[in-house]
């Protein structure tokens, strides 16, 4: 067994551990997982600082501030030798450290990270992302001004925690139909002295993984979710920020998503370029994931079929009857995530796939996993060189890396 896979298996065993009602013996499960996936794979590896983060998300919501700062820290410092200050991920774990630093009182570094935040996030993130508006209005231990932070928070957790750590979920602030449009649907508030939470009627809920769950309100003490539920993330799917928007699968005309069936050749609009697999570029003992290929050789045949569940899981078919399922790396909890090939599992929301027709800015197909239902899969950093991979990450509108062609084989 691969450290990819094993890391894999572990991560899958902690979020059901966690499920369960044990996320302090999910975190020391998958902290000894983490460690050995280090080993094998390199502190900076994307699998490893994925898993990462879920590990300080997992010991941040158990109360363990301390213990989600250890991890965050030597995780950044590595992932940003490797993949630049700038990855999505990366500003992710920063913002997270942000607010564990913010949490322990220590204000001052909290506005360390705030700082690599409004410098960097307007770019990498847009300028309105909930990340960025956070550290635009970020004022440290004066809390006369609210804080708008975004909702990672809603895990069981003791009274006094909560009273301690300060924490109030809110609704969206106004203008929540422009922040959906970015994949922003709602916020937590820090107010000082402020233990209970304040109830919405129709606010999202993010759960610590970033997926999300429609809800009447914010309940007082909402249920553990570290894995998307199928279910949830589809029917709270935000709109894709498209100028134009085409209708979604269910209702398109006949050559829409609902007649998608066979095999195909899937080509980026940006760079005519197939999909098939390769080496995961820039990687020291790089595994085999989806990227973007001479067509002439691209490979191998890939298969999109309905799943019953809803969406697509897309397949590739290796002869011999051998097949395996594109999976996107850890259940599409974060930004920056590759696809690779996976045994398939019935019904995993991490192998299946909506494809959403649209006009702007190329005519074809965007792609999100039902698990990333946030994200959507692209070319890593727009390339238009071969062999780059593909990863998920916040949708543009402007983005043709993000448009996908089908062509019937």
């Known amino acids: ?117 409004r410098r960097l996030g307007p770019e990498a993130l847009g300028a309105e992302h909930a990340y960025v508006e956070a550290a635009r209005g970020y004022r440290g231990a004066d809390n006369d001004r609210t804080v708008v932070l975004s909702t990672v928070d809603v895990l069981r957790v003791d009274p006094a925690l909560e009273r301690r750590r300060r924490i109030v979920a809110a609704a969206a602030v106004s203008g929540v139909a422009a922040l959906a449009l970015i994949a922003v649907t709602s916020a937590v508030v820090l107010v000082r002295g402020g233990p209970e939470r304040a109830s919405h009627a129709g606010a999202p809920v993010f759960s610590p993984t970033g997926s999300v769950r429609p809800t009447a309100s914010v309940p007082s003490d909402p249920p553990l979710s570290l894995a998307a539920s199928e279910g949830a993330v589809v029917a709270a799917e935000p709109p894709a920020p498209s100028a134009a928007r085409t209708p979604s699968a269910a209702a398109s005309p006949s050559g829409g998503p609902a007649a998608i069936g066979g ?74 995530l590759a696809f690779a090939a996976r045994e398939c599992g019935d019904g995993r929301p991490d192998q299946r796939f909506t494809f959403e027709a649209v006009n702007a800015p190329a005519a074809g197909y965007r792609l999100r996993s039902v698990s990333g239902a946030r994200y959507c899969v692209g070319v890593r950093d727009g390339s238009g060189q071969s062999g780059v991979p593909l990863v998920q990450a916040d949708c543009n509108p402007r983005a043709t890396h993000q448009v996908f062609a089908l062509e019937k084989r």
Do not use: W
């Open 1 to 117: 067994m691969t450290a990819s896979v094993q890391l894999a298996s572990a991560v899958h065993a902690a979020e059901a551990r966690a499920t369960g009602g044990d996320p302090s013996g999910a975190a020391a499960a998958l902290t000894e997982a983490v460690d050995a996936a280090k080993a094998g794979l390199g502190a900076d590896h994307l699998d490893v600082l994925a898993a990462s983060y879920l590990l300080a998300g997992l010991h941040r919501r158990s109360g363990a501030l301390l213990a989600a700062r250890r991890v965050l820290e030597p995780a950044l410092e590595a992932g940003r030798r490797m993949h630049g200050d700038s990855h999505q991920l990366l500003l992710s774990m920063t913002y997270e450290l942000a607010v564990v630093s913010h949490e322990l009182g220590h204000t001052t570094e909290a506005e360390r990270h705030f700082e690599v935040l």
């Open 263 to 336: 095999v195909y050749r899937i080509r980026t609009a940006h760079s005519g370029l197939c999909v098939g697999e390769g080496p995961e570029s820039g990687r020291h003992n790089a595994r085999t994931v989806l990227g973007q290929h001479p067509c002439a050789s691209a490979s191998p045949p890939l298969r999109v079929e309905p799943v019953a569940q809803g969406g697509y899981r897309i397949l590739l078919e290796r002869g011999g009857n051998r097949t395996a399922c594109v999976t996107v790396d850890y259940g599409g909890v974060a930004p920056g």
